[in-house]
């Protein structure tokens, strides 16, 4: 028999909001998800991912105790939760939120209110993304070794400036999460200064583009946030 991540996945719901907290483990559980636990309070919800990392949190942004960007923001930090994915649920919808929300490190940002079978699709589509692209390891034909700071594409060495290089990199390492710009530009960014503005952020992928082809169409330009690699 077949085992699948609805059957092995492990799920923590964060949401004050009694009956959005019911709505969501009754879908979860109707979806076939059995590992599903649920927290009111960020403060609880700290401790219980803390105590049992998940594969996934559903997270809302208001909580009482801890909010949700902090929240995600130590997911990140400590090593030991850094790999769960998270998926923002929230009625704030202005761009500065999800901005901010993927900043901190977020997945996916879904808003209230919200289609069952969208979100869903959604937190199966998070689960089921790929691991980071290595040196070992072949995405369409891209290889990527940070330690040599090299790529390649089919076999053929890409020839890269040092902030084309890194803004690839991490887009490779984050494959289907979006990235803002501001985060990219914070990640690439050296004391001398050679990425300067969110503006130069969008000149350099604009070359990187280009020197990658038709390779290119997997970066995503995701319009008043960032850009990703499509998973």
């Known amino acids: 028999m077949v085992t699948t991540i609805e059957e092995l996945a492990q799920l923590v719901v ?3 909001d009694p009956t959005i907290r019911t709505i969501l483990g009754m879908a979860l ?8 636990r649920e927290c009111a309070r960020g403060d609880e919800a700290l401790s219980e991912i803390k105590a049992r ?4 949190v559903l997270l809302d942004v208001m909580l009482p105790g801890v909010d949700g960007f902090t929240i995600c923001r130590r997911i990140r930090e400590d090593s030991a939760t850094a790999q769960a994915r998270v ?6 919808t202005e761009p500065e ?11 996916d940002y879904v808003t209230k209110p919200f289609d069952r079978m969208v979100l869903l699709a959604r ?12 040196s070992a390891e072949d995405f ?11 790529a ?3 076999g053929t060495e890409l020839r890269l400036a040092r902030g084309e290089f890194m803004m690839l990199a991490l887009l490779a390492a984050n494959r289907g999460r979006v990235l803002s710009r501001q985060r990219i530009l914070d990640a690439v960014q050296r004391d001398d200064a050679e990425v300067v503005t969110e503006r130069t952020v969008d000149v350099q992928i604009a070359g990187l583009r280009r020197k990658l082809g038709d390779w290119a169409s997997h970066i995503e330009t995701v319009r008043g946030v960032g850009y990703r690699i499509k998973p």
């Open 53 to 56: 990392p998940p594969d996934l």
């Open 87 to 92: 998926i923002m649920l929230t009625a704030k």
């Open 14 to 16: 964060v949401e004050d």
């Open 97 to 107: 939120d999800i901005v901010r929300g993927l900043d901190c490190g977020a997945d």
């Open 123 to 134: 937190v199966r589509a998070v689960l089921r993304r790929g691991a980071s692209v290595s």
């Open 29 to 36: 559980a109707g979806a076939g998800f059995r590992h599903v």
């Open 152 to 154: 390649s594409l089919d």
């Open 140 to 150: 369409d034909g891209l290889r990527i070794d940070e330690g040599a700071m090299s």
